[in-house]
């Protein structure tokens, strides 16, 4: 029986219409995900008002969707591993969308809590897969961007978020917004038909012909004879689903340095997402709302994944991020001081695209370096470690806004984990290097061995 290599055929591929729709759909899930995220922010104000909320309450509120997040991304990345991405994607969906539904008909803080926090274990739970998913189907020569751009959604839904709070809160009230993010519920059945399951699983599974007829969409005219029998390479002995496999044949130090930048990147972006507006207004800069200020940090995300991703796959993405944790440090640095308004926004979209927009390489480094029977699950843990960040950013920050310290000193505290980060992305390039030398030293000797 002849063995085909289903990987060597995805990587060969040229983007067409297939991979369109994985983008598509991918992206469309992505972009949702963030606007269910953010949209506690945008109806923060309100929710204050109308329930009498303390600041710290309010900050207790919102945390439960973080906490969900994590535990949904150490479940659902595993799990995927076993069930398969689609079947882990549409729970997810399910859950995200659905309970955040749930929370416009909340009538006090705890039943809001309650949906908040299973509707992050969704929202933190689609992330590892959708990217598993994308990275699995994408063409090796622009796998980083496709990535890059799927995840770029989450930005976009986020702006989806506070664009519709303006229009809708005035009008509609704050439960309105909530009712927007059952779109997804109701695109299910259309993403449950057109969403593909991994063909590494569909392999490991036996359904030999289903990954067939998926890949015969990916590469056109690729056709399994009589014969013939699909192969996914699996990575070593690696069952999935196991947290010490992140661990095993070399990969520890790799993974510690993931998960310490992961954690670094989501400080610095919840850090941000929480306190840019007030410390610039303690800055005394007459700028408008806040808004604008989350904008053009977003849309520096965008721009900063996207052309990260692209250089990723030109060069070396390890020795990309290092570079872009660096540039966030020193962007961060220098908010800290009087600046024009063009200067100043133009930080912040610098700041945008090296801390988000590091985020989202994170993930498509994270995908090309677990292979595929582990991918969601390292992608989920790191995601998951990464989530104590997202949780200790905001917190930072009030303490920093409660010691009342010097501006500068503020965005220097914010800058030290971008860094810490670039130390980080530092030794897991140099392992990366050790670990390519090792292996092509040991092609040589398998090679010399078998011609003597």
């Not at 009498?52 to 969707?65: F, V």
Request: hydrophobic residues 50%; contains cysteine; proline residues 4%.
């Amino acid at each position: 029986m002849q063995k085909i290599d289903a990987n060597k055929i995805i990587d060969e591929a040229k983007f067409n219409p297939f991979h369109w729709m994985v983008l598509f759909w991918c992206a469309l899930i992505i972009i949702f995900d963030g606007y269910d995220l953010v949209i506690y922010g945008v109806v923060l104000p309100v929710l204050m008002k109308e329930w009498n909320l303390s600041p710290l309450q309010a900050g207790a509120l919102g945390s439960y969707a973080l906490f969900g997040m994590m535990a949904g991304a150490l479940i659902f990345g595993p799990l995927s591993d076993k069930i398969g991405r689609k079947k882990a994607i549409t729970i997810c969906v399910v859950l995200f969308s659905g309970f955040t539904v749930l929370n416009g008909f909340a009538t006090n803080p705890t039943e809001f809590g309650i949906c908040r926090f299973i509707a992050g274990l969704g929202i933190g739970g689609v992330m590892p897969n959708v990217v598993a998913l994308m990275s699995e189907y994408a063409p090796k020569k622009i796998r980083s961007t496709l990535v890059a751009i799927m995840f770029s959604g989450y930005s976009v839904g986020g702006m989806l978020s506070a664009g519709l709070g303006m229009v809708m809160l005035p009008s509609y009230g704050w439960q309105s917004v909530f009712f927007v993010a059952g779109i997804p519920l109701l695109l299910l059945p259309l993403i449950m038909k057109f969403l593909p399951e991994s063909v590494g699983f569909m392999v490991k599974q036996g359904r030999n012909q289903e990954a067939a007829d998926v890949l015969s969409r990916v590469q056109p005219g690729f056709k399994l004879k009589a014969g013939e029998q699909l192969e996914a390479a699996a990575g070593g002995k690696a069952k999935g689903g196991n947290v010490l496999d992140l661990f095993r044949e070399g990969r520890a130090l790799q993974t510690v340095m993931l998960w310490v930048a992961f954690f670094c990147c989501l400080l610095m972006v919840y850090a941000l997402a929480s306190w840019l507006p007030k410390l610039m207004t303690k800055a005394g800069y007459g700028l408008g709302s806040s808004l604008s200020f989350l904008l053009v940090l977003n849309f520096g995300a965008i721009f900063g994944a996207v052309g990260g991703g692209w250089l990723g796959d030109k060069f070396n993405m390890p020795r990309v991020l290092m570079a872009f944790c660096a540039i966030a440090a020193a962007s961060l640095c220098l908010l800290g001081f009087k600046s024009s308004t063009g200067v100043l926004y133009t930080l912040i979209a610098i700041a945008g695209a090296t801390t988000i927009g590091t985020q989202i390489l994170l993930y498509a480094l994270g995908a090309q370096f677990y292979s595929m029977s582990i991918r969601s699950t390292g992608l989920g843990w790191a995601s998951g470690i990464g989530r104590n960040g997202a949780i200790v950013g905001p917190i930072l920050g009030g303490a920093l806004m409660a010691a009342e310290l010097p501006l500068q000193a503020n965005f220097l505290a914010f800058a030290i984990p971008g860094a810490i980060a670039a130390v980080a992305m530092t030794v897991f390039s140099l392992r990366e290097q050790a670990r390519h030398r090792q292996h092509t030293a040991q092609l040589r000797t398998q090679s010399a061995t078998t011609a003597a």
